[in-house]
């Protein structure tokens, strides 16, 4: 069996596709095609009358390769990468003495080049559409649709919509706002998306007429919600309910509306959740990073609440994500009664593909093979020893996968990586240029982190006790 292959194999316009296995809603398959055309899944099925119907392809050979949908990132910070790396050993709502300053030195070129940095790596993980939450930038937020675009990264793009800071304007956000949904209302791309970082950050009014525009437009509306005890104490305080409850009461919730971690909630809110069929952001790492819980998400997979898988900017790699997934929910809940499955594994890769999908308002563009979907994909090489022997590939993905068995990523039917790098643009060039701008960036950002750095760390535990 001959192995190699090369990258112009894909420079077609049209593709018949063969591989050993091919990841569908029900499973894994064999013995199955795929026709690529116009960024689409034109056919699907067995591989002997998919290459009978399109007699004038000639089949592209994928031996000891699987193709999977692409995974989504149904929450990321693209505008944060410059800084990722600080938040390690941080205690929560880092937001505010991290992002918030150093979001807050960034220009356009600075914007530009964060995003685009961040969209090489989610590809690189394998992912071919991510959710960015909005920034506090003073960048124009198209610059980071240019940065994606380049990238060949579908993007939902959140503008930030807050109206409770000093001078808010709220007329003037609200065209804003609808200003951003009109631009990118038809682009192939990127969707857009309006936001509140937080609901303490927006007026009542605000949070109900920005989630409506959202709705009326047919997009997402985005926020953060009962992610850290502070903000949920200072919402009861404030207000004398949780943030979740507060965004129901402001007539924000719906099936337009995604909310980012909802790590601490308790049972009625779960109802509330259903009720409403608000969507919700699993965020797995960033619980272990910096959380103060882990969101009972196989709980809302039983209850039907739907959900996607997110980064939350910590570390873009798919597969790691769907191991982080599932192992946070039999640490967090499944141990304490018993439950050694944990979603089966399936259900994870559900949500970082399909259920994703939905999650974020693009069932009906993305997340899985489908005919008339896009042809958002990854070619993974399973002929390697972590797949060797196969019994069960959706479980083997979740806890064998890495990026590095992903040898390419398609969006849009194009090939936008191959064996990790673009190949239509120059990464290598991209990361020189984030080494030069954001060393500078950083120390211009007045940002205070509480814990030392490993390093400093390391050298007070060697010095002893009275250090």
Known sequence: MNRDLDAHLFDRSELLLVPDRLLLPAGAVAGHAVVVQGGRFRDVGDAA??????????????????????????????????????????PSEIFR????????????????????????????????????????????????????????LRCVLGLICNDLGPGADQAAIKRRAAAHLAAWKSDDLVHPSLA?????AASDGMLHDIAA???????????????HLVAVERSLVERRLRPLEHLHHAGALGPHTLIAHSTLVT????DLLRRTDTAVAYNP??????????????????????????????????????????????????LAVGDSSCGGGWTWLDHATSGGADAIGLKDTTGEIAVGKAADFLMVDIDTPEFTPSWDLPWELVRFGNRDQIEAVFVAGR?????????????????RKVAELARDAVARAPIKRVHATSAEHRAARLAGPRA
């Open 49 to 90: 009358a998919v290459a009978q119907r399109h007699a004038h392809l000639s089949p592209v050979a994928l031996p000891g390769r699987l193709i999977m949908p692409g995974f989504i990132d149904a929450h990321h910070h693209l505008t944060q990468t410059f800084g990722k790396a600080l938040a390690f050993g941080e």
């Open 97 to 152: 003495r991290v992002w918030i300053p150093l979001e807050g030195v960034l220009d356009d070129e600075l914007v530009y080049v964060a995003a685009k940095a961040a969209a090489l790596e989610s590809l690189r993980g394998g992912f071919t559409t991510v959710v960015d939450a909005g920034t506090r930038a003073e960048g124009n937020v198209a610059a980071i649709a240019t940065a994606a675009r380049e990238a060949g």
């Open 196 to 200: 509140i970082s937080i609901p303490e």
């Open 213 to 227: 525009m959202s709705a009326d437009a047919g997009v997402i509306f985005q926020t953060h919600v009962n992610e």
């Open 267 to 270: 049972p009625s809110e779960l």
């Open 285 to 334: 790492v960033a619980s272990q990073w910096k959380g103060n819980a882990v969101a009972p998400a196989e709980m809302m997979d039983v209850l039907g609440i739907r959900f996607g898988l997110g980064t939350d900017g910590t570390r873009s790699d798919g597969f790691r994500l769907l191991d982080a997934a599932e192992a946070s929910q039999r640490i967090a809940f499944g």
């Open 415 to 431: 090939l936008r990586l191959w064996q990790g790098w673009p190949t239509d643009w120059d990464g290598r060039a991209l990361m």
